[in-house]
């Protein structure tokens, strides 16, 4: 069931208004039902994958709290890791670990090729399973206690706004908000639904409209000259960020409607000014898990710099299969490891160069050049991401350079929209589109627009609601095209 679709347009209003209904005491069971719904509407079967999960790790966690220290609890702990990682391994990586091997054995002289599993990737096992891994990780450290009722915990599990996408939760946020007592409250519902409606709005009106140029540049690169490459790769920035964004917006206005607090996802990542604060702009909840249960405990930032570097190497690499079992994502994630890397490594050449050319005076004219080359060492990177294969995503390097004509028949700018596979009209929507999200992003960034939205007038935030209900309505595509990170 996706969060643009009729069905979640019908599901969501009809299960708030019954968990309102309810008591509290039996909203946890009401809510549960209604994950399992939402999340047994794409693929009925895999749920026993999420049943299985929950049940191991709610029993793990129970007999860790019975135990006096880590290293009796270590046991347990490695029983959650496998079986938790296993079945990830197994739906997500075994084929592409598969493909993989086969050369190296032919190489031996052994060419055996492994079976393949035909089996789907169940959707949001990526990021259920870091939840509730973080579940038993903070047990086992005596962080907090294990949960003693199995159905509030199936629900920290399954919740449905954050299911399937994230944001990847920890236990000691959600958990005790699954128990408080919740009231009806106008401001949060009418706080949520802005929310949702800002979501929706930069998914179906923004993400999926960038989505058909992208598309039709990535499917046949070697047809497309360097500036056609490179505005579809900046809308491609700007399609994964609207598209994973909206998600997290919506699955946040949702909790918010339902009087749970989920963690901010996002901060307008692409006003970062360095490649590490990037990742503590995008993607929040997956870089700080990253952070806490794989980077710190690795030595992080304490160790020497070569062990510091490595630790940098592997958290980038897992990250990067993380989003998918493919070499592109592989090196996606060690282009960005490569960058902290030499952002750090280049920083006293860097303030020795700002003190020769007489820069120090210029801070805004530095902040610039920064926000500058982190986009675009961002964008850089974002081709490995999204191209199909390794080999497209090397002919599109390659490409970039070329036919950059400023006059005659060839200039790069005839004909760019007919170059991109899309309507003149549609080209020129896109742009007006993302300048007004970059300058509404930049008057956040720079407080212009601080105040909290309760605080602004009716006329303008009802007009603001209005816009966006009739920006969906007029502009959106609203063909129900799944969310980006689905797939991983």
């Not at 979640?8 to 039996?26: I, M, S």
Request: with cysteine.
């Amino acid at each position: 069931m996706l969060f643009n679709s009729l069905q979640f347009a019908l599901f969501f209003p009809l299960v708030t208004a019954l968990y309102f209904l309810l008591p509290h005491r039996t909203r946890w069971a009401f809510l549960l039902a209604a994950s399992y719904f939402f999340y047994m509407a794409w693929e009925p079967g895999y749920v026993v994958l999420l049943w299985f999960s929950t049940a191991v790790d709610y029993l793990v966690a129970l007999r860790m709290g019975r135990l006096p220290n880590k290293k009796a609890r270590c046991p347990y702990l490695i029983l959650s890791l496998i079986t938790n990682l296993g079945l990830l391994f197994f739906f997500k990586y075994y084929n592409f670990f598969a493909d993989s091997l086969h050369p190296l054995l032919a190489a031996t002289g052994y060419p055996l090729p492994l079976p393949h599993s035909p089996f789907l990737l169940p959707v949001g096992i990526s990021f259920y399973t870091f939840q509730t891994l973080s579940y038993t990780i903070e047990v086992y450290r005596g962080a907090m206690p294990p949960e003693p009722h199995l159905g509030r915990f199936a629900l920290y599990v399954a919740f449905f706004p954050q299911l399937v996408a994230g944001p990847i939760e920890r236990a000691q946020r959600l958990l005790p908000q699954l128990q408080r007592p919740i009231t009806f409250d106008y401001a949060r519902v009418t706080d949520g639904l802005r929310l949702m409606g800002q979501g929706l709005f930069i998914k179906v009106v923004i993400a999926d409209r960038l989505a058909n140029a992208v598309e039709h540049v990535y499917s046949q690169p070697a047809a497309c000259n360097g500036p056609t490459l490179a505005l579809a790769t900046f809308f491609f920035a700007f399609q994964i960020y609207c598209d994973f964004a909206g998600y997290s917006s919506i699955a946040i206005g949702a909790a918010r409607i339902l009087g749970i607090d989920l963690m901010e996802n996002f901060r307008r990542p692409y006003f970062a000014a360095s490649c590490t604060e990037f990742w503590r702009r995008w993607h929040i909840s997956l870089s700080t898990w990253f952070r806490d249960y794989l980077y710190i405990p690795l030595g992080g930032n304490r160790s020497k710099t070569a062990r510091w570097m490595f630790n940098i190497l592997v958290v980038f690499t897992l990250s990067g299969l993380w989003h998918g079992a493919h070499w592109t994502f592989l090196i996606w994630g060690l282009l960005h490891g490569f960058y902290l890397i030499t952002e750090r490594r280049s920083y006293s050449l860097r303030q020795y160069l700002i003190h020769k050319l007489h820069l120090a005076a210029f801070s805004r004219l530095r902040h610039c050049l920064a926000l500058l080359t982190t986009f675009l060492l961002t964008c850089f990177a974002w081709i490995f991401f999204r191209a199909a294969s390794l080999q497209d995503a090397l002919l599109i390097i390659r490409g970039l350079p070329k036919g950059w004509y400023l006059q005659g028949e060839n200039a790069f700018w005839h004909n760019l929209p007919e170059q991109l596979g899309i309507y003149p009209h549609e080209f020129q929507l896109s742009l007006v589109l993302l300048i007004g999200l970059i300058g509404g992003q930049a008057l956040q960034e720079t407080r212009v627009l601080a105040k909290p939205f309760p605080t602004y007038p009716g006329w303008l935030r009802w007009g603001f609601y209005m816009a966006l209900f009739w920006g969906i309505l007029l502009f959106g595509i609203l063909r129900q095209k799944e969310f980006y990170y689905f797939v991983f």
